[in-house]
């Protein structure tokens, strides 16, 4: 089973607005990485998070992560159509960290 | 920009063929992974190899081997094909250590037939 589930599975949102993707895990890790995907390609590495760190800025990415609920949200802000893509959180299962493990996903859609 | 290659992009082939999908890194990454995903769907771990002749089975078990015998190359072969088979294949590696960062190829398009 994957080691994480992303939420909502599917979002649509308006170009300039802000768009929020949340991500759950299931045991213990060391640390939580978003990934982005553009259709029909490879992913790309966005963002990571350590355990000890509850927040995490990039760009227009904001992440968070709350150990105590296993979960970990990723905000993308003044949201552009080019943004559209699939987003993925991964992570190295606590005992595993030669594995990473991908959840779902979220599909991101922005119109103009 | 990863340096991280897979070929061929693309490939149709009829059932009962072996065929072996490639993966090159030049970044001298330890680590290397094999993903499957349908369109559109999750992706599921398959393979995967942290050093010169060690390889591990993934979450998903599939029919389909790999080998390390070099840092850099990370082969993925399907002995006899099947239509059950046609998927996406992702390659990836990432260097030793707990916190980093995974660089993807740009993937493999199977289609059996």
């Known amino acids: 089973s994957q080691q994480g589930e992303e939420d909502p599975q599917a979002l649509s949102i308006q170009e300039g607005e802000n768009a929020t993707m949340n991500c759950s895990y299931k045991?213990?890790?060391?640390?939580l990485q978003w990934y982005r995907q553009n259709s029909g390609r490879g992913l790309v590495h966005l963002i990571l998070i350590r355990s000890n760190e509850r927040e995490k800025h990039s760009g227009r990415l904001r992440v968070t992560l709350d150990t105590s609920k296993k979960s970990s949200s990723l905000l993308i802000t003044a949201s552009r159509a080019a943004d559209t893509a699939s987003y993925f959180c991964a992570t190295p299962p606590s005992g595993g960290y030669n594995k990473l493990i991908f959840g779902a996903g979220t599909r991101l859609a922005v119109h103009p | 920009e990863a340096d991280i290659y897979q070929t061929p992009r693309y490939l149709v082939i009829g059932t009962g063929k072996k065929i072996t999908l490639e993966c090159s890194q030049t970044m001298g990454h330890d680590k290397m992974y094999w993903y499957q995903q349908d369109p559109g769907m999750e992706l599921h771990l398959i393979h995967y190899?942290?050093?010169?002749?060690?390889?591990e089975k993934g979450d998903l078990s599939s029919e389909s081997t790999v080998s390390r015998i070099r840092t850099e190359h990370f082969p993925l072969t399907l002995e006899s094909a099947r239509p059950s088979h046609t998927s996406q294949y992702l390659c990836a590696s990432s260097p030793q250590g707990r916190s980093r960062e995974a660089f993807f190829g740009q993937g493999t398009r199977l289609t059996v037939v």
């Open positions: 190899s942290y050093g010169v002749n060690s390889t």
């Open positions: 045991t213990s890790i060391n640390n």
